[in-house]
């Protein structure tokens, strides 16, 4: 008999977060044994200066450069919450059984040097404004490389640094061990699917891009089952194990990327399940990878329409993972590929001032806000990380000179920078602050 997937994610709701002597989860408040929780994240001696820091809504605080984001998850039945990053693959069940999500929390590695796609959060002010992670109480881990390298280049491996985080979120996630949810969401494709095959309803599936430029030895590449993306061909994908911890991002916490929360709480893939049955028949996931060889690309997109015929869709949305070079290519590329297949395709992306795409068949493009926009910060009470990374460092938000506005850091600690720079500020997950306004 053929076996079917069936996730049910149990939620606690998170009020707070303090330190205490024991960790543990009660009443709505996780209290956090900070020793205790310093020496769960970092297993093979490779940091150094380790703090792990509480930050709340309207706190006078910026965190930066962040590098990756997560919610804290626990299997009741043991298994890893990150199949092949924390523990062993598990990939038949993988989007499958039940899982605990400590909801309105979020984990932040945070370091001394940025690397090119990174960013920053501000709690209060009108940074905060432009990101749903500073609406929640953020659990931060900062560390130092014990052996920093490559201090000169954009990209370089802090895997150590990343790895922290997931162990936190796990350490801290374990508290639910033995409790009960405080309620329930159930995510399964199979009565759906009879229903829209009755129904003769259109089929759909969500394309969307994965990071992989960078190169294997970088750690900087998103990671399916813990395993680099760079040259992956598009594949189907059950939805509900992205929700499950399949896909991590280890490539930058900023305005516009994916983050690890991003795919364990897709809004996009939500409303789909909604819609499933009812108006549409969802019958699944496509991630694809972007990356610069023009031979690259072409594979890519001509696999993934192969994909989609073969899948016999009728609609598609397209998800870019950012705005610009190689991400807008790819993008319109896929876009291009699939309506060429009869397949009616939308489009989701951010957008970098100045850029031109002319294919006139991409002709259904939902904006999620405009990346390049320049925003004033003033400066902050605290800093966690190093705000000297922001004109030493490599952004893609920040600038060491330029002739109308100077360098991005000023000698008071405002900030003038573009609008990616604030985590999850214009990317196209499905929750950001900002809404499309007609004109």
Request: proline share 5%.
């Amino acid at each position: 008999m053929e076996h079917t997937k069936k996730l049910r994610i149990g939620n606690f709701h998170v009020k707070d977060i303090v330190f205490g002597e024991k960790t543990s989860f009660k009443n709505g408040v996780l209290t956090i044994n900070k020793g205790e929780a310093i020496a769960s994240l970092d297993p093979d001696k490779e940091l150094k200066n380790i703090e792990i820091y509480i930050v709340h809504p309207g706190d006078e605080t910026r965190i930066l450069p962040c590098k990756v984001g997560l919610e804290p998850r626990f299997r009741p039945d043991g298994r890893a919450t990150f199949p092949g990053v924390t523990g062993g693959l598990t990939i038949e069940s993988c989007g499958d059984g039940d899982l605990y999500a400590m909801k309105g929390i979020n984990v932040i590695a945070c370091g001394k040097y940025s690397q090119a796609a990174e960013g920053m959060l501000d709690m209060s002010g009108p940074g905060a404004e432009h990101s749903i992670f500073a609406k929640m109480v953020n659990l931060v881990v900062y560390a130092e490389l014990v052996n920093p390298t490559k201090l000169d280049q954009p990209f370089r491996n802090e895997a150590p640094l990343k790895m922290a985080a997931h162990y936190l979120a796990d350490y801290v996630a374990a508290s639910l061990k033995d409790q009960e949810p405080e309620d329930w969401e159930c995510y399964e494709l199979e009565p759906g699917a009879e229903e829209a095959e009755k129904k003769g309803l259109p089929r759909v599936a969500l394309f969307f891009q994965i990071k992989a430029q960078v190169g294997k030895d970088k750690f900087f590449n998103e990671r399916i089952f813990g395993i680099d993306c760079e040259n992956m061909l598009p594949f189907l994908m059950h939805p509900n194990a992205v929700f499950d911890g399949q896909i991590t991002n280890q490539g930058g916490l900023y305005g516009e990327g994916y983050c690890t929360y991003t795919y364990q709480n897709w809004p996009i893939i939500k409303r789909l399940y909604q819609e499933h049955g009812k108006t549409i028949n969802f019958v699944g996931v496509v991630p694809f990878a972007v990356d610069v060889p023009n031979h690259f690309k072409q594979t890519v997109k001509v696999a993934g329409g192969e994909l989609a015929s073969l899948l016999k869709l009728d609609g598609a949305i397209v998800a870019s993972v950012a705005g610009g070079s190689n991400y807008d290519v790819d993008f319109f590329f896929m876009c291009s590929e699939l309506e060429h297949r009869g397949i009616k395709t939308v489009g989701l992306t951010p957008e970098h001032s100045g850029k031109s795409m002319l294919d006139p068949i991409a002709d259904a493009i939902v904006s999620t806000g405009d990346s390049g926009t320049v925003f004033e910060f003033p400066p902050m009470k605290n800093v966690i990380g190093d705000l000297a990374s922001v004109t030493r460092d490599f952004y893609h938000a920040a600038w060491t000179a330029h002739e109308k506005y100077g360098p991005s850091l000023r000698p008071d600690g405002s900030l003038i920078v573009n609008g990616c720079m604030i985590v999850d500020s214009t990317n196209c997950a499905g929750f950001t602050t900002k809404t499309v306004k007609e004109y």
